[in-house]
Every structure is written in C-alpha cells, then in structure tokens.
C-alpha cells in the first residue's frame, strides 16, 4: 500500500525541550510539506522541500527546522524557540507536475507540557 | 496576497437535506483549486480539483463546481457519515504551495 506515515500520533514536550516529528512516503513523490493546524484554523505552512537536499521556508518556518536527505522522509524538529508548539501537525506529499494535488499523513498531535 | 474564505464556518444538516458549502477565493492566476475533507483528528482526504471556470466534478453525493471567484460544494441528500470539515484550497501562479481556507464544519443529523 502506498501513502504517508506520521510517528508519533502523539508526543508530549516539555518545555525548553527539541522533539523530531517523523514523516516517510512511499509513493515515489518530489516534493513533501510540514503544516500546522490550529483549532478553527486552516491549515498554515511550515516548511516545504522540492527535491533532496533542498527546502523552503512557508509562512510560520520560525521555531522549526527539517531536513530532506532522502526523497521518502522529511523530519520536522519543533525546536524550544517555538514559543506555542501545541498543534496537530500534517505532512504532506505531491508528484512534481504542473496541478499539486498534495495526499496528506494522519497527523501528529504535539502537546507541551 | 492570496486569499481563500470559507462560508459558513459551520453548519448542520438533518439527514436529506441538500445544501452547498462555498468557497470565495482572491488570487493572481488561478492553476487549481482543491477540495478536501477532514475527520476529526485525522489528516486531509483528497476530494477534487478543479482547474477552469465552468468545471465540475462529483463524487457520490458531492458535485463541485467553479467559478472565476468562488467555488461550491453541493451536498445532495446528505447522510451522518457526510459528517466533517470541509477544506478549500488554491494553488496560483507558478507557487507549488498551497493556500488553504479555515474550512466548513458539516454535521448531519439522523
């Protein structure tokens, strides 16, 4: 079966603390996206990478790093300097064409303690 | 900027009863305008795109159509298991992201 997986489903950080939230597919895609979702909220871009060993900031990058060193994974860091981190979190993922249907994870719920 | 705005922000169906959720949208050359439902602590599950003015796309009881400004999603005859969040999104330009809306709650009621 192919698609996105998320781990873990929940985490919980405390304070002052860095936490990797994990995000692999299997669906031979270029390009993969970190988002964040609030209650009530659409969803907002973190972070997006286009090609291994290549990214981009969205339009809340600060508080978060990744990387992209092989074309399944794309790990998000949620780092102490992210002052409100409590958030479900989506990766997501898109063959590269010109439409960008993107095929969304099950999300992982972040939670500061 | 692009801008996408959802209407209504929630809204409750008894069981039968049609109804259309809209998405209004602002953006500098539109490419696709995606629709995606979400359950409750899940992630997004892909609906549709759409991709020119006049277009439109069903799927058992959800048709979707677009305009130059907005887009609809028509319920027909809904049931419980319609139950969700429904996601409008947009991709403009030459961006590869998208831009999505803060999304309609749906619940029908048996």
């Known amino acids: 079966d192919g698609g996105i997986t998320q781990s873990p489903k929940y985490l919980f950080r405390k304070e002052g603390q860095n936490v990797t939230l994990s995000c692999e597919q299997n669906l031979n895609h270029d390009a993969m996206y970190w988002y964040r979702q609030d209650p009530g909220q659409g969803l907002r871009l973190i972070y997006y990478?286009?090609?291994?060993?290549?990214?981009q900031k969205g339009d809340i990058a600060e508080g978060y790093s990744v990387s992209r060193e092989k074309k399944e994974s794309f790990p998000l860091t949620v780092t102490s300097a992210q002052k409100n981190p409590t958030a479900f979190y989506l990766c997501a993922s898109t063959a590269q064409r010109v439409y960008n249907e993107q095929f969304f994870g099950p999300g992982t719920r972040l939670t500061v303690l | 900027e692009d801008q996408v705005t959802q209407s209504p922000e929630a809204l409750r169906l008894q069981e039968g009863e049609s109804s259309s959720l809209n998405c209004s949208y602002t953006v500098s050359g539109l490419r696709g305008l995606f629709w995606y439902r979400q359950d409750p602590g899940k992630g997004p599950e892909f609906l549709f795109t759409?991709?020119?003015a006049g277009e439109e796309k069903e799927k058992e009881r959800l048709k979707a159509t677009l305009t130059k400004k907005e887009s609809f999603l028509h319920i027909t005859a809904p049931k419980p298991e319609d139950s969700a969040t429904y996601l409008c999104a947009v991709q403009a330009g030459s961006a590869r992201q998208l831009t999505f809306g803060s999304g309609t709650q749906l619940t029908v009621l048996p």
């Open positions: 990478s286009q090609i291994v060993n290549d990214f």
């Open positions: 759409l991709y020119s």
